[in-house]
């Protein structure tokens, strides 16, 4: 199984940047596709980026442009670099994995983090 934890969510401003982080837990890292997804009050959960086991990256197109996945299997940790930052973006910032295959659907991963608030105003 993998345990996921989320950090570095906050206030900014629009215009302005902010990375997340993603600790994952197993020695199974390496073999997971990565996902992240973001829930704003009153909507559903909506698919933000992913990150295979070779490093191919996939975005919305809402973020595309924007924000940067990646990935250090040495550190069991998967990043989420946003730029640019609209209040839009405003949301809570859920980590997610699966064994296999991107997917842009959240029924689609088997495990997730408790979720980080990010928050951009104008």
């Known amino acids: 199984q993998v345990q996921l934890v989320e950090s570095g969510g906050g206030l900014v401003q629009a215009g302005g940047s902010l990375r997340l982080s993603c600790a994952a837990s197993g020695r199974t890292f390496s073999t997971y596709v990565m996902g992240w997804f973001r829930q704003a009050p009153g909507k559903e959960r909506e698919f933000v980026t992913a990150i295979g086991s070779i490093h191919n990256t996939y975005y919305s197109g809402s973020v595309e442009g924007r924000f940067a996945i990646s990935r250090d299997n040495a550190k069991n940790t998967v990043y989420l670099q946003m730029n640019s930052l609209k209040p839009e973006d405003t949301a809570i910032y859920y980590c997610?994995?699966?064994?296999?295959?991107?997917?842009?659907?959240?029924?689609?991963?088997?495990?997730w983090g408790r979720g980080t608030q990010v928050t951009v105003s104008s």
């Open positions: 997610a994995a699966k064994a296999s295959g991107i997917s842009w659907s959240p029924a689609a991963y088997d495990y």
